[in-house]
């Protein structure tokens, strides 16, 4: 990883610590209603998008766990087919969008969709568990975004009552910070290239290179 992004990633793994933190404190409390556990991969099969700097941390992560062999095919193998799946789904919904179906619809519809994730092991086990990203690591207990309340479905977490809860747009708001942070101190051509998100796939299959994040002058077409 470019060393002139030190600064940033270490910025990140504290802030992965402070989701670590954050669940841990909401189990002490709800003991009985956290029932993640060792096997239950359910919040693997979720779809989100990861921001600029959980991208490329994941990326860099799995090249360093993994040399080239099987294993490491096999979970490409599984990224690119997922990849595809979700392009076709988010073309799927950009499409009814254009149609006139209401947002709310759509998204209620897309949270439904299960993709298991690349780095979901044959034993529903991570991969790269220490290096998840945080929405992983807050997955599980009551969390809050764009002011909506979310949980687990496995939880025993009942709507209604109060619960300890994280607020996940305010690390979502660090996170895009970060991102931007890469935007500005790499001189990228790409001004908005931090407001990019994609799925943990492509992350896994994007090749984060000068030519990618948009470092020097423009490359000439012969």
């Not at 504290?14 to 956290?34: I, N």
């Not at 499409?95 to 034993?123: S, Y």
């Not at 996940?168 to 790409?190: G, P």
Request: aromatic share 10%; net charge negative; with cysteine.
């Amino acid at each position: 990883m470019n060393s002139d992004l030190d600064a940033v990633f270490e910025a990140y793994k504290k802030l992965q610590k402070e989701a670590d933190v954050l669940f841990a404190r909401v189990r002490e409390t709800q003991p009985d209603c956290v029932r993640c556990r060792e096997g239950c991969s359910d919040c693997c099969h979720a779809l989100f998008d990861l921001p600029l700097v959980e991208a490329m941390y994941i990326n860099q992560a799995f090249l360093a766990a993994f040399d080239y062999g099987p294993q490491r095919s096999s979970v490409m193998e599984h990224a690119s087919q997922t990849d595809r799946d979700l392009t076709r789904f988010k073309r799927d919904m950009f499409r009814a969008e254009k149609d006139g179906e209401k947002v709310e619809a759509i998204m209620t519809r897309a949270a439904g969709v299960r993709a298991p994730c690349p780095l979901l092991d044959e034993n529903d086990r991570c991969l790269l568990y220490g290096e998840r990203p945080v929405t992983c690591r807050i997955y599980g207990v009551p969390a809050v975004i764009a002011g909506q309340s979310h949980v687990c479905g496995f939880s025993g977490f009942e709507k209604g009552n109060p619960y300890l809860t994280v607020h996940l747009y305010k690390i979502q708001a660090r996170l895009y910070d970060m991102s931007r942070e890469i935007t500005t101190t790499m001189n990228s051509r790409f001004l908005a290239l931090h407001e990019m998100y994609v799925p943990l796939s492509m992350a896994l299959l994007t090749n984060y290179d000068d030519t990618y994040l948009g470092i020097g002058p423009a490359k000439k077409e012969d």
